[in-house]
């Protein structure tokens, strides 16, 4: 009895102990509110007009970055499917034989019918041992979670999730509602902060306030103090957003960029790579006008994706001479494994160029804008 509380006592203060950054961000939030519409839109812009549209602009950056992050932070990674899943029977065969090329002959009877096209760096079949499945293409097995996430990027704890198939649109949105809100700030209150700090360093408190032009010391406090910290937010959001908005272009999570997925042939960094409009379509979807929502709109099921197998090559740079040009198919017919049919939004990423112009009808668009399928997979994994 002991051992097995003191393990459930050990858990439970990692719960807590990952929710503090979480926790950490939202005082911070919090308190950004209160210094921004309190103590300078009411407490210290004395021109109506002026503090009218300051509140609005705010509250809408302030609503799109709230809803952003908790979309994030409350969507659940998604997890292979059942397919993926080894039987009662295969796992009791796979424990009977000896590690090598006995198992891997094994999962290649098991990946025969699957979409499994990545391996490991020394060629095998990727397979995870604790959660006893095949690895999905760009699927890892987050150690924090201690479970397999579609399409993974990295485990962040700011928002004490997986950020994978799943939640990737809504980080990316985090990020961009994170950083045109510290830019408001920066900009809307650079002004008041040049009035507090160039009073700020004269003799005499009667002049310091006429020049300031702030009602008290409080409101000067959470001026300067909102400036400083808003600008530099923008700094870091800058570059982790310019850094993932470059990996949407390549098609590319953080763990892909670090390490190039393996194919058959071998290492290649754009084996997913569709080219810049495709890679973003396929993270945000088709319809425009769900681009800058934080809902599900990515394409795909997370566990299959089209590929364009072609060794180092960008898809965006010219194209090779024609004898190594790549195919324009998701490259089932070049793997040692008869692929599973993709899915009609898949199938349009790799085959269909026109299905990215403004006239595509509604029923090259049924996936695009549905609830987030991470719900309603869950207990069905």
Same mark, same amino acid.
């Given at each position: ?5 003191? *393990?459930?006592? #050990?858990r439970?203060?990692? $719960?807590v ?27 210290s ?16 950056f ?11 932070i409350?969507? @659940? ?8 899943h080894? =039987?009662?029977?295969?796992?009791e ?9 006995s ?8 990946? !025969? ?5 990545? $391996?490991?760096?020394?060629? /095998? ?9 095949? !690895?999905?293409?760009?699927?890892h ?5 201690? #479970? ?7 485990? +962040?704890?700011?928002?004490?999730n ?6 990737? #649109? ?28 160039? /009073?700020? %360093?004269?003799?005499?408190? *009667?002049?310091?306030?006429y020049?300031?032009?702030?009602? &008290?010391?409080?409101? !000067? ?27 949407? +272009? @390549?098609?590319? =999570?953080?763990?892909?960029?670090? *390490? /190039? ?6 290492? &290649? ?7 810049i ?11 425009? #006008? ?6 599900? =709109?990515?394409? %795909?099921?997370? +566990?299959?994706?089209?590929t ?14 024609? =004898? ?15 692929? @599973?049919?993709?899915r009609?939004?898949?199938? *349009? ?10 006239? &595509? ?7 695009t ?11 069905e994994?």
């Amino acid at each position: 009895m002991a051992p097995s509380g003191s *393990r459930s006592i #050990k858990r439970s203060c990692k $719960r807590v102990l990952h929710w503090i950054p979480v926790l950490f961000i939202s005082l911070i939030v919090a308190w950004s509110y209160y210094a921004y519409v309190v103590q300078l839109c009411i407490a210290s812009i004395e021109n109506v007009g002026e503090k009218i549209v300051y509140l609005l602009a705010y509250h809408f950056f302030f609503i799109m970055f709230v809803w952003a992050y908790w979309q994030t932070i409350y969507t @659940k990674p998604m997890h292979p499917l059942k397919e993926f899943h080894l =039987s009662y029977s295969d796992k009791e065969l796979l424990e009977r034989v000896d590690r090598g090329e006995s198992q891997q002959e094994i999962l290649r009877r098991i990946v !025969k019918d699957l979409p499994v096209y990545t $391996r490991t760096m020394s060629g /095998a079949i990727r397979f995870c041992d604790r959660c006893i499945l095949v !690895k999905p293409d760009r699927c890892h097995h987050c150690s924090v979670c201690d #479970k397999c996430i579609l399409k993974m990027d990295h485990h +962040c704890p700011w928002v004490n999730n997986c950020v994978g198939f799943s939640n990737y #649109k809504f980080f990316m949105l985090f990020l961009a509602y994170s950083l045109l809100y510290c830019l408001f700030i920066t900009a809307t209150d650079l002004q008041y902060f040049i009035k507090f700090w160039m /009073a700020g %360093g004269k003799i005499h408190d *009667r002049l310091n306030e006429y020049l300031s032009g702030l009602p &008290d010391t409080q409101a !000067k406090f959470h001026i300067m103090f909102l400036f400083f910290a808003a600008s530099m937010f923008s700094v870091s959001l800058a570059a982790l957003f310019a850094y993932h908005c470059w990996l949407v +272009c @390549k098609n590319r =999570s953080t763990l892909e960029a670090v *390490r /190039a997925p393996a194919f058959c042939h071998g290492p &290649d960094k754009n084996g997913f790579s569709l080219g810049i409009s495709k890679n973003f379509r396929q993270v945000f979807g088709d319809e425009k #006008k769900f681009w800058p929502v934080p809902v599900f =709109s990515s394409l %795909g099921d997370g +566990c299959a994706f089209p590929t364009c197998l072609v060794n180092n090559q960008d898809p965006e740079q010219p194209s090779t001479p024609p =004898s190594q040009s790549p195919p324009n198919k998701s490259g089932g017919e070049a793997h040692q494994f008869p692929a @599973k049919p993709l899915r009609e939004s898949q199938s *349009r990423l790799v085959h269909s160029g026109e299905s990215f112009r403004e006239s &595509d009808g509604p029923e090259d668009r049924e996936r695009t804008g549905t609830p987030n399928p991470a719900m309603t997979l869950e207990n069905e994994v």
